[in-house]
């Protein structure tokens, strides 16, 4: 049989020219974005302008005034007078209290201290999923880091939570909780873990997720206000209104709903279609996390169905795609590659990048069809481990190793 064309060498080539295509991106970005922006009010970074904003006011002593519209563009407009375009501010309280202190450091600095961080963070968690330093050249070169770092975004962030949680989760369960409850940052990206735990009888860790979840929660209403919360329920409504509605968003938003929204479908149709396909992916997940031993293959089909079941999710949250192929990789490396799979992972992985430029020049929202292969394909290997009972013993042995160097 003739060798598979992506190899150990091209597995390093490949990401390793993206990335130089970046790193020249970054120096011709900082020539026209001086200190973040450019002479027309271009920001380099449009989303962290809104979290600057955000915290901004909070340390004034005015968090309730971010989901004001005016009010926080007039915050981001002090950090860059001549803005050319503002932003609005929809995250919960919860996601507040952890950005409150970027606004000590000027706006540039901030943004590097914040997506040095998290980007850290991310990068050995997916380290850690891959359980091996290949995994390194793919996660640089991975378009969708390049998009999170460009819009200046969470996706780090919650990536690394997810992925930390799943990875604590066969030996330290209540650290793992503690990691999943503080996801209640963006709560549409944790529907699915509770059913994950409650199927994998992880019952630690459901229990610490949901008092870190409520402690979190109640730590942020009163450092921020009951007002805060009660701004944020009031601007929703209106956000959701027009988020349903915009197809320069939508073209952003890699979900079913998103799919046929841009066809024209009405949004209460659409949300009804997606709803019954999130419903039979989140029954698959429960079968999968309840029959299947294996947490690595567990792990990745989790973070992919995660990424389908919410209506609204943007972009840069397929930074998450890193910690589903890393997982599935070392699953199949241990097990053996199937005809396909390769390509289909080589697919997801540039598929932040398709968003951008195919997605645009269409005008439709191909992204959920990829993201449903992805996950077809994985639920195939646990129905071919189930049906030759090769999901037993020796399985749980590995993912013990794998794990073991795991600690808080």
């Not at 790193?23 to 922006?37: D, E, I, N, Q």
């Amino acid at each position: 049989m003739s060798p598979h064309w992506l190899s150990k060498d091209r597995l390093i080539i490949y990401p390793a020219a993206f990335l130089v295509i970046y790193l020249s991106m970054v120096l011709f970005l900082l020539a026209r974005f001086p200190a973040g922006v450019d002479q027309r009010g271009h920001t380099l970074t449009p989303d962290f302008v809104v979290f600057w904003g955000a915290s901004h006011l909070a340390l004034s002593g005015d968090p309730q005034g971010a989901y004001d519209p005016v009010t926080v563009a007039a915050a981001e407009r002090l950090t860059i007078r001549h803005l050319s375009a503002t932003g609005d501010w929809i995250y919960p309280p919860t996601f507040y209290l952890m950005i409150v202190p970027l606004a000590l450091l000027p706006f540039f600095w901030s943004y590097v201290a914040f997506m040095a961080s998290t980007f850290l963070a991310f990068l050995w968690v997916v380290r850690r999923a891959a359980a091996t330093t290949l995994a390194l050249m793919p996660v640089l070169g991975f378009p969708g880091a390049c998009l999170n770092f460009i819009q200046g975004q969470n996706g780090f962030l919650t990536a690394a939570l997810c992925g930390g949680a799943l990875l604590l989760l066969p030996r330290r369960p209540i650290w793992a909780g503690v990691l999943i409850g503080l996801l209640i940052i963006k709560p549409q990206l944790g529907l699915l873990l509770p059913l994950a735990l409650v199927c994998g009888r992880h019952w630690h860790a459901l229990f610490a997720a949901t008092v870190t979840a409520l402690m979190f929660l109640a730590v942020s209403v009163l450092a921020l206000g009951p007002e805060t919360m009660q701004a944020f329920f009031g601007h929703l409504g209106g956000f959701s209104a027009w988020a349903t509605s915009n197809r320069n968003l939508l073209l952003s938003v890699p979900t079913f709903f998103s799919f046929f929204r841009l066809l024209g479908l009405a949004a209460s149709p659409a949300l009804l279609i997606h709803g019954a396909l999130a419903l039979a992916i989140a029954i698959a997940t429960g079968w999968i996390w309840r029959v299947c031993p294996n947490m690595a293959l567990r792990s990745a089909t989790l973070v992919v169905a995660t990424l389908m079941v919410s209506p609204y999710l943007l972009d840069y949250d397929l930074v998450w795609l890193a910690l589903a192929i890393a997982w599935f990789a070392s699953y199949a490396v241990r097990h053996g590659w199937r005809s396909g799979e390769r390509e289909m992972l080589v697919l997801a992985w540039l598929l932040p990048l398709c968003m951008t430029l195919i997605h645009r020049l269409l005008q439709v929202q191909l992204a959920p069809f990829i993201l449903l292969g992805l996950f077809l394909m994985m639920l195939r290997r646990v129905r071919e481990d189930r049906m030759r009972g090769e999901a037993g013993k020796d399985v749980r042995l590995d993912d013990r190793n794998a794990y073991s160097s795991i600690s808080p």
